[in-house]
């Protein structure tokens, strides 16, 4: 063992059996950006064995204020790529894979079934949604966090305990994002670092668990808080993830966008209907497909269908599986607030707003990417209840 670890082999909870633990294990971090610099800054200053990081992205000036893994000289070189070059300088011993693309619900069962632990850094709803679905399902521990503007959350799920659909089993519809509502490098970094931390508390196999625990954090008024969720129980149906390629010829799809916007839909014969005008479409027993580019109004044109009540689903059997509306692209922090009301323990992020109640439906919502171009649908269906990532 190198002199590199000394300082934290000396303690009794890591040891030379921890750093070995540490040494064999692979993590996968989804997202190399505000949250996945710490992560994987850490996660190799610790010396895990092998780390996999998956970003589909590009390095931009704006990213550099809360991403300090990057330089003006990589502005334009994929995250992934350029993460890896700087973590390999920094710890040579680390094996470091580099993978450009976005996850998808294909991928992502086998990136996870490769990984000891999964690592949530992209701030996305539809990542975390497949992430947990596929971590739940191969029994891998999955750390998740979120932040914006100057709150956020970190959590760990799965691998034994509750999913993080157990725990957030719908979602508020809000358009908030970095881009559009701020977030502070430093407060993404507080998270990113405690997002760090949980995994190698999991790693290390110390005690009493993180899993089944969130840990919010307000940088505002310098709190932390949190709470508990072992035990929750799973949902006895949820909303999978679905890729563009399920879309099925008989589906009627209806693109969402203006023809400025997109002058053409990426499935012939789409309808053309403004989210205002959704209520003139003609009532159906098949599904319908609602196309956009981010996933904001066709989750919009999705709830105002549900609540139509000439699109109810007449004469279709009763065998059908409730859901929740689910979509959004901004963070989870009204959720994790709700969350924690619902397992009975206070959380000291009380700025967190409470997301609007949203009623069990029976239909379905998908949110998609085709081509270079990112669009997103819901779904309406008297049987099926998907999502596709945006």
């Excluded at 300082?7 to 950006?33: D, F, K, N, S």
């Excluded at 890896?84 to 094996?95: I, K, M, S, Y």
């Excluded at 991928?107 to 850094?121: I, M, Q, S, T």
């Excluded at 949190?226 to 399920?246: K, Q, Y």
Aim: charged share 15%; aromatic share 6%; proline share 5%.
């Amino acid at each position: 063992m190198t002199e590199r670890y000394v300082r934290q082999t000396i303690l009794p909870e890591v040891g030379a059996a921890g750093q070995a633990r540490l040494a064999a294990a692979t993590v996968l971090v989804i997202g190399a950006g505000g949250l996945g610099c710490p992560v994987l800054q850490y996660l190799a200053g610790a010396g895990v064995g092998r780390l996999t990081i998956v970003d589909h992205d590009s390095v931009e000036e704006t990213n550099l204020h809360r991403q300090p893994l990057y330089g003006m000289g990589d502005i334009g070189v994929a995250k992934a790529e350029a993460a890896r070059a700087t973590l390999q300088r920094f710890n040579p011993g680390v094996v470091i894979e580099a993978i450009v693309e976005r996850l998808t619900p294909q991928n992502a069962p086998r990136l996870v079934a490769a990984a000891d632990l999964v690592v949530d850094a992209a701030d996305s709803f539809a990542a975390t949604y497949i992430l947990s679905d596929a971590c739940h399902a191969a029994a891998k521990p999955l750390v998740s966090a979120s932040v914006i503007g100057l709150t956020g959350y970190a959590g760990a799920f799965c691998g034994g305990g509750p999913s993080y659909r157990a725990v957030f089993p719908d979602v508020s519809v809000d358009g908030g994002t970095c881009a559009t509502l701020g977030v502070l490098g430093s407060a993404v970094a507080v998270l990113g670092g405690l997002q760090a931390h949980l995994a190698l508390h999991l790693l290390l196999g110390l005690e009493p668990t993180v899993l089944g625990r969130v840990v919010t954090f307000d940088a505002k008024r310098l709190v932390f808080g949190g709470f508990a969720f072992a035990g929750s129980p799973e949902p006895e149906s949820f909303v999978p993830f679905i890729a563009p390629e399920s879309v099925r010829g008989d589906d009627i799809v209806v693109d969402l966008r203006g023809l400025d916007e997109a002058p053409v839909s990426p499935f012939a014969g789409a309808r053309r209907l403004m989210v205002d005008d959704i209520e003139q479409l003609e009532a159906t027993s098949g599904r319908v497909v609602l196309a956009c580019r981010s996933g904001q109004r066709a989750l919009m044109a999705a709830d105002r269908l549900r609540a139509s009540t000439h699109f109810s689903p007449a004469g279709v059997s009763s065998s059908f599986q409730k859901g929740a509306l689910v979509l959004s692209q901004s963070t989870r922090n009204s959720q994790a607030s709700k969350a924690a009301s619902r397992c009975g323990e206070p959380t000291a992020t009380s700025t967190m707003r409470s997301p609007a109640s949203i009623r069990p439906w029976r239909w379905t919502i998908s949110v998609a990417s085709s081509g270079q171009r990112r669009w997103a649908s819901a779904s309406i269906s008297s049987s099926a209840f998907s999502v596709m990532p945006g």
